[in-house]
């Protein structure tokens, strides 16, 4: 935070530079697409290298099996290096597939993050200074690695906020939900009474705080989520 009168963060002055993922590329599903420049490799996504799609697409060229357009995104989000500075990076939103570039122009991603699993939270807006307002959105990897966007302008964060739902299937239970009162208490939140809207059936409703488990407790709770889904 920055009081008002001080010099203030300028954003369009941040430098854009890729957030590099700790992780080792596959040998077999690294490419270059110059062989005198081994240093430009990159790594494709599962998806783009099973079917053959370009190693950094963009909306203009990604197709899904069906040969439509994938109705996604692209546009620039801002993360934070430090709480004084700021990096712009441009992203490419393909399926549940989130790509990132340098910037604008660049063709070749900087890296990309899979959106399986990914749960997705509203973030309070953040008043840098007396005229910079930045809003945040965070995405939850899995196991339980958080990342925070941040967008100059609240309709661009609802832009992208509601594309990542849809690809990620995000759902509200109040949409589908009368929630009543609460059942009992267990170690890690509640579980209450509920009907079910449409059907008016009766259920019962666990409502849980993650703030309080551990990788393993997340990792378990997925696990029983996935099971129900097949129930």
Known sequence: ?????????????????????????PVGMTLSTDPNAPTQQMVMSPTSFL???PASP??????????????????????????????????????KELYVYKNKREEKHKSMHSLV??????????QLDSTTVLYPFKLIFPP?????YYLTSREEKERWMTAIKHVIGYSNVFDY?????TLGKGKFGLVKSAIH?????????????????????????????EILKMC
Do not use: H
């Open 1 to 25: 935070m920055v009081a008002a009168g001080e010099d203030g963060i300028d954003i369009n002055n941040a430098a854009a530079l890729r957030l590099p993922n700790a992780v080792k590329r």
């Open 51 to 53: 079917t053959g799609q």
């Open 58 to 95: 963009r909306l203009a060229s990604f197709q899904t099996n069906d040969g439509q357009n994938s109705v996604q995104i692209e546009g620039e989000m801002i993360r934070k290096a430090t709480e004084t500075k700021l990096k712009r990076y441009w992203y490419c939103l393909l399926g």
């Open 117 to 126: 699993g990914v749960f997705i939270k509203d973030e309070a807006e953040e």
């Open 144 to 148: 339980n690695k958080a990342r925070s």
């Open 177 to 181: 939900y009368e929630i009543k009162q």
């Open 197 to 225: 809207k449409k059907s008016r059936k009766a259920v019962a409703v666990k409502v849980m705080s993650k703030k309080e488990m551990s990788v393993q407790d997340v990792e378990l709770q997925r696990r029983e989520i």
